[in-house]
C-alpha cells in the first residue's frame, strides 16, 4: 500500500491518462444502490469490491478516501491511524488520502474500504486496467460503472440487494 498527497495523486492520475474528473459520475453511464447501515454486510461489501477491484491481475488499484469526519460519532480515527501506522503510513488524511494498492495488497484494499464503509465516509476507488470503479457515499448510497456491462453487473446487482432489507 502506498499513500499519496494531492499533489501526488494528480501526477499519478496524468500518467496514468486520467483527470481528476476521471470519477466524474456525471460523464459515464453509473447505477446507483443503496448500503445498509449493518455493519456486517458493509464488510461483505468491502470484501467483494476488493476481490472485483484487484481480479487478479497485475495492475494498481487506487482509492481516495474523499470525505471523512461528517459523522464524527460514526468513525473511529483512532482505529483508522493505527492501522495505517501498522502499514508504514504516519500521516493523517488531510495530508494523504490517495490510496494505491497492488495485486498482492488485496487484504489492505479490503480493510480501507471495509473501515471507510463503516465509518461512513465517501470513497471513490477503480482498477486501472478493467475500468471497474465505484464511489460509496456517507449519503448511504454506491455508485458502480462497469465498463464491460453483465461482467459483473448481475453479482454485483444481487450482492447490493442483499444490502437492503426487504420492506
Known sequence: MRVLT????????ADNRKSSAFLDRESE?????????EAGKRT???KSLSGW??????????????????RPGS??????????KYRNEPRPLI????????????????????????????????????GFRF??????????YCPVPNRWESQLAELLAQQTDPV
Not at 29 to 37: H, Q
Not at 53 to 70: D, K
Not at 95 to 119: K, M, Q
Open 95 to 130: 495530508e494523504a488520502a490517495f490510496h494505491l494498492f497492488g495485486p498482492d495488497e488485496e487484504s489492505e484494499l479490503t480493510n480501507i474500504l471495509n473501515l471507510g464503509l463503516l465509518f461512513y465516509w465517501d470513497i471513490e476507488a477503480w482498477n486501472s486496467a478493467s
Open 135 to 144: 464511489f460509496a457515499s456517507r449519503d448511504e448510497y454506491i455508485d458502480l
Open 75 to 84: 468513525e473511529n480515527l483512532d482505529l483508522f491511524y493505527s492501522y495505517r
Open 29 to 37: 453511464e453509473w447505477k446507483s444502490y443503496p448500503l445498509s447501515p
Open 6 to 13: 494531492p499533489s501526488e495523486a494528480e501526477k499519478f492520475l
Open 53 to 70: 477491484l484487484v481480479e487478479r491481475n497485475p495492475n494498481t488499484v487506487a482509492v481516495n478516501i474523499r470525505q471523512w469526519s461528517v
Open 44 to 46: 461483505a461489501l468491502a
